[in-house]
């Protein structure tokens, strides 16, 4: 399913072209899912787990807050490199094509994801506005989004400065986002 949105769009996808790529025949695919809209959920749900899991599998305790922070953003985007269909499936499909219910997902993925940068006001002095923390998830997924549609998921590892930078300069000064992006070039160089 993740693939064939990836190749046609959700709403062009048919699931006999479904059974075909996965070398299915309708009456298992019919055990399994009620109609196209179930398994594509099933999907959603599937990607949302494994983000999930990357992302507190990267977090190290005992490791100074930005490292863990940095970790599970790589991880992420690892993951969605990894899974380039699924990527798409979960970033845009989900929020565009699909029913209400796959937006519903991606929306909880963002209040997670949020979480995340909301543990950086823990360090920030800045009287940043409360949706700063939007703001600044919503530039790292136009950056994610951009590359996914242009075909370029490999390259979603190497954002991690930009999304870095993107992310805590509404709550850190200048220096400081620039300073925090450079540990995320080491942490690229260091191989993750």
């Known amino acids: 399913m993740a693939a064939e949105c990836a190749a046609v769009g959700y709403r062009r996808v048919q699931i006999a072209d479904v059974l075909v790529r996965a070398c299915l025949d309708r009456a298992t695919f019919d055990r399994h899912f009620q109609d196209k809209q179930d398994c594509a959920l099933a999907v959603v749900d599937q990607i949302l787990a494994e983000t999930a899991r990357a992302v507190l599998d990267a977090d190290r305790p005992g490791l100074p807050e930005w490292q863990r922070l940095l970790a599970a953003t790589m991880a992420l985007l690892e993951l969605f490199a990894a899974r380039p269909s699924y990527a798409r499936l979960a970033c845009i499909e989900a929020r565009h094509g699909m029913p209400a219910e796959a937006y519903e997902r991606y929306a909880a993925?963002?209040?997670?994801?949020?979480?995340?940068?909301?543990?950086?006001?823990?360090?920030?002095?800045?009287?940043?506005?409360?949706?700063?923390?939007?703001?600044a998830l919503g530039g790292a997924e136009i950056l994610i989004r951009r590359e996914l549609i242009a075909g370029r998921a490999d390259r979603l590892p190497s954002l991690l400065p930009d999304i870095t930078y993107g992310t805590v300069v509404p709550f850190l000064d200048q220096q400081e986002a620039l300073r925090h992006a450079e540990l995320a070039r080491e942490l690229i160089r260091d191989g993750g």
């Open 109 to 135: 993925g963002l209040r997670i994801l949020s979480s995340l940068i909301d543990r950086i006001r823990t360090f920030a002095s800045s009287m940043a506005p409360p949706t700063a923390t939007r703001g």
